[in-house]
C-alpha cells in the first residue's frame, strides 16, 4: 500500500518565477492538508482540500493557492516567489473526520 | 490562540537511557495531541495518537501522557537507540478547525550516543 507521495523531491526557484508541487494521497485517503516548514521550525497549516474544495486556509497569503483533482491528488501553486518561500512542503492525508494525518516525504524548495 | 511550546529544543543522550520529551499547550479545549517523528530533510512519521478521553498511549519502547487540565503531553522513551536519533514534534488540531488543521511545537531534536 503506497503511503503519501509528494513531487519532486527538491526545486529550485528565482524570485518572482511561480512553483507547482504535487500530492498523491495514501490510498483510501480523501482528504489533503497542505504545510510549510521553515528550517528549525514545526510546520505550518497552509490549507485543506476535501471533495475538490479548499475547505479551510490558514494565514497564507493568496499568492498560495491549491487544486484537487477527482482522484484526490492535489497541487500547490505559488506564484511570486518570495526568498522566504523556500522551505520543505509537507502534504498530509487522511480520511475525512478522522484525525490521524499522514504526511510525505516533502518537496524541499529552494528561492534564490 | 492555541500555541504549543516543547522542551528542550535539543538533548543529547547515551544509548540506553530512558529519556522524556515534554509538550505544553495553553487551550486545553484539544480533540487530542499527537507525536511525530522527523528524520533529518524528511517527511513526518507518526508516532502516537492519543484522544482527549485518554490518558496514555503505547506503542513498543514509547509512551505517551495526555494532561489536559494542566495543558501537558509527555513522550516517554525507554532504552534509548542511536536509532532514535531525530526530531519529535507534537501537534494539536487547531480549535474550531477542520481535522487537517494541526498546530505544531518546534519540536525536540533528540540525539542518542553510542
Known amino acids: 500500500d503506497a503511503g503519501v507521495t509528494q513531487s519532486p523531491t527538491h526545486l529550485i526557484k528565482t524570485r518572482g518565477q511561480q512553483v507547482t508541487l504535487r500530492c498523491s494521497p495514501k490510498?483510501?485517503?480523501?482528504?489533503v492538508s497542505w504545510y510549510q516548514q521553515a528550517l528549525g521550525q514545526g510546520p505550518q497549516f497552509i490549507f485543506q482540500y476535501y471533495e475538490e474544495e479548499e475547505r479551510q486556509r490558514g494565514n497564507f497569503p493568496d499568492r498560495f493557492s491549491g487544486h484537487q483533482f477527482p482522484n484526490y491528488s492535489s497541487e500547490l501553486n505559488v506564484n511570486a516567489l518570495l526568498l522566504g518561500d523556500s522551505a520543505l512542503y509537507l502534504c498530509?492525508?487522511?480520511?475525512?473526520?478522522?484525525?490521524?494525518?499522514?504526511f510525505g516525504p516533502g518537496t524541499r524548495l529552494t528561492v534564490t | 490562540k492555541q500555541e504549543v511550546t516543547q522542551i528542550p529544543a535539543a538533548l543529547s543522550v547515551p544509548e540506553g537511557e530512558n529519556l522524556v520529551l515534554n509538550c505544553s499547550f495553553t487551550?486545553?479545549?484539544?480533540?487530542?495531541l499527537q507525536w511525530f517523528r522527523q528524520d533529518p530533510g524528511k517527511g513526518l512519521t507518526s508516532l502516537l495518537l492519543?484522544?482527549?478521553?485518554?490518558r496514555e498511549q503505547t506503542s513498543g519502547r514509547l509512551n505517551a501522557s495526555l494532561d489536559k487540565s494542566s495543558g501537558r503531553s509527555t513522550l516517554y522513551i525507554a532504552a534509548s537507540q542511536p536509532g532514535d536519533s531525530a526530531t519529535y514534534l507534537c501537534a494539536v488540531p487547531n480549535y474550531g478547525g477542520s481535522q487537517g488543521n494541526l498546530i505544531f511545537g518546534k519540536g525536540t531534536k533528540l540525539s542518542v550516543k553510542p
Open positions: 492519543i484522544q482527549s478521553s485518554q
Open positions: 490510498s483510501g485517503h480523501d482528504t
Open positions: 487551550d486545553s479545549a484539544i480533540y487530542n
Open positions: 498530509a492525508s487522511s480520511l475525512d473526520r478522522t484525525y490521524e494525518q499522514y
